[in-house]
Every structure is written in structure tokens, then in C-alpha cells.
């Protein structure tokens, strides 16, 4: 397993922009798929983006607003969020699977302890 934690939640305004960064400890970091997800209040957990090796995957809610990248050299992934909604406003976790391409949050085994993104209107 490898450690994760976020970093860069925020309070913005409604089309701002967001970077958030998700740091691994583990010498295999590169191996492992990682995952962007997020819950709301009163929501469950939903998925919002995957990266592995070069390979990514959005859900439709950010698709064409967000960018899932990583650096494995810094061990660490980034999801840019640009033109930012309300409907943003969440706790937003990353995770690490040594799976193919998940998506299912019970695919991964290691989670971080989330950051809080706040979109106002």
C-alpha cells in the first residue's frame, strides 16, 4: 500500500480554477492507477478522474473541465478543476489501485484523508 495525501482545496468562486495535488509515499508509485473522487454533503462518494501511466479516464460531470496529470518523479498526481461550479463544492479524495483502470471505489486499497473544495455562486 502507499500513503496519499491532498493538498490545495479551497475556497473560489464560480469559474475559477483549482489545482489539487495528491502525494504518494512508496518506492512503486509509478505502478499504481490513482484516482481522483469526491463527496458532498448528504451525497455518497462519487468518481471524478483516474490516471495510469499516461492513460486517463473522466466521469461526464468534469469531463472537458479537468485534467488528471502526475509527475512520478514527485510521486505525485495533480487534477487541474478549471471553470468551477457550485456543484464542485465537496470533500475530494485521491486514491491508489494496483488495478488496471478503476473506477469503483471499492478497486482501491489506499486512500488519502481528503481536501475540502468549496465553490461559491
Known amino acids: 500500500q502507499v500513503q496519499l495525501v491532498e493538498s490545495g482545496g479551497g475556497l473560489v468562486q464560480t469559474g475559477d480554477s483549482l489545482r489539487l495535488s495528491c502525494t504518494a509515499s512508496g518506492r512503486t508509485f509509478s505502478s499504481y492507477a490513482i484516482a481522483w473522487f469526491r463527496q458532498a454533503p448528504g451525497k455518497e462518494r462519487e468518481f471524478v478522474a483516474v490516471i495510469r501511466a499516461r492513460t486517463t479516464y473522466y466521469a461526464d460531470s468534469v469531463k472537458g473541465r479537468s485534467t488528471i496529470s502526475r509527475d512520478n518523479a514527485k510521486n505525485t498526481v495533480y487534477l487541474q478543476m478549471n471553470s468551477l461550479k457550485p456543484e464542485d463544492t465537496a470533500v475530494y479524495f485521491c486514491?491508489?489501485?494496483?488495478?488496471?483502470?478503476?473506477?469503483?471505489?471499492?478497486?482501491?486499497?489506499?486512500w488519502g484523508r481528503g481536501t475540502q473544495v468549496t465553490v461559491s455562486s
Open positions: 486514491a491508489a489501485s494496483a488495478r488496471v483502470m478503476p473506477t469503483r471505489d471499492t478497486d482501491f486499497d489506499s
